[in-house]
């Protein structure tokens, strides 16, 4: 079985009328994975796949590796989960809180609080630890549910649409966290979103589900930074001597030929679309017309979603 962050072969599932999950097949192997998907895609079902809290009709699923199934033992121990509705014990501080999940999962109780301390360190709450989660804010309640996540130093944690509810503060300060769980501390991530924008800014690799199926996986790397694409380049002159002018400039161009006098061009941001301006200016070439020479990351992932 190759050990990929997570593996789906197959994968049904359904609740009396409803599909959930039609005959998922994907397999992705990258630091951080995003799960994306309109409400009632299927994302949630196949997490709790993932997480062997559901059976399934027909299919296989793995995570790091390993059958789930296999050794349900073993697979709590690698996997920490973050849900995304809350049933916290609001009369309880989060330090208490947080050390008593630790204490049931086999923690001494001093070890316990040890552990209970760094995890809300690592989520940004060691200061506020003593406080009662009842007086927590809604992203402090979100840091909390990803803190007990982390009690059992997980391979790989699985977020359930952890940004859900936050104001633009709070969902950037989860955000930042989520991405150095990857980047810094080396644990791999599966998190759910139905926004586009939280996945791009968090993971390396997407899987889109629509209606239970998967409508596009892959890395996001190959579907293009939207701050790198290709334009289109309508002139009013000689496009090749156009796209000579922006090759000697450090531009990526090609006259596209056809009679149509367009020039395709690679621009990295604002400072090349100045500098395509320019070269036009200082060669006397007219640009008739602008326009996207393909789609953006943005683009292919909503249309995916669709």
């Not at 809350?86 to 008593?100: E, K, R, S």
């Not at 049931?104 to 001093?110: S, V």
């Not at 991530?189 to 924008?197: A, K, N, Q, R």
């Not at 941001?269 to 017309?289: F, K, P």
Request: net charge neutral.
């Amino acid at each position: 079985m190759s050990a990929a962050t997570l593996a789906a072969h197959g994968v049904r599932k359904r609740y009396g009328r409803v599909q959930a999950l039609d005959d998922v097949t994907v397999t992705l192997d990258a630091p951080a994975i995003g799960l994306l998907g309109a409400n009632g895609a299927g994302k949630t079902t196949l997490m709790k796949a993932l997480l062997g809290l559901v059976g399934l009709d027909a299919g296989t699923v793995s995570i790091l590796g390993r059958r789930v199934g296999e050794d349900p033992r073993s697979d709590r121990a690698r996997v920490g989960y973050m849900p995304e509705r809350g049933a916290l014990p609001l009369d309880m501080t989060a330090h208490d809180f947080v050390m008593q999940l630790a204490e049931l999962r086999g923690l001494p109780r001093r070890a316990a609080a040890l552990r209970a301390s760094e995890v809300l360190f690592h989520v940004g709450l060691e200061e506020e630890r003593a406080r009662l989660l009842r007086s927590y804010s809604t992203g402090m309640r979100q840091r909390t549910k990803l803190a007990q996540a982390l009690l059992d130093t997980p391979e790989l944690v699985v977020l359930d649409e952890p940004t859900n509810g936050l104001d633009p503060g709070g969902r950037a300060e989860m955000l930042g966290i989520v991405r150095r769980l990857s980047s810094d501390l080396g644990i791999r991530v599966l998190m759910s979103s139905h926004v586009l924008d939280d996945v791009l800014a968090t993971c390396d690799a997407v899987c889109v589900l629509r209606d239970g199926r998967v409508a596009h996986h892959g890395a996001l790397d190959t579907l293009g930074d939207d701050d790198t694409r290709a334009v289109i380049v309508r002139v009013v002159g000689d496009p090749e001597a156009f796209a000579n002018a922006l090759s000697a400039r450090g531009l990526a161009a090609q006259a596209q030929g056809g009679g149509d006098a367009l020039v395709r061009v690679t621009c990295s941001g604002d400072r090349d679309l100045a500098a395509l301006r320019d070269v036009a200016m200082a060669a006397g070439i007219g640009i008739a017309e602008l326009r996207s020479g393909g789609p953006t990351a943005h683009q292919t992932l909503i249309e995916a979603m669709r």
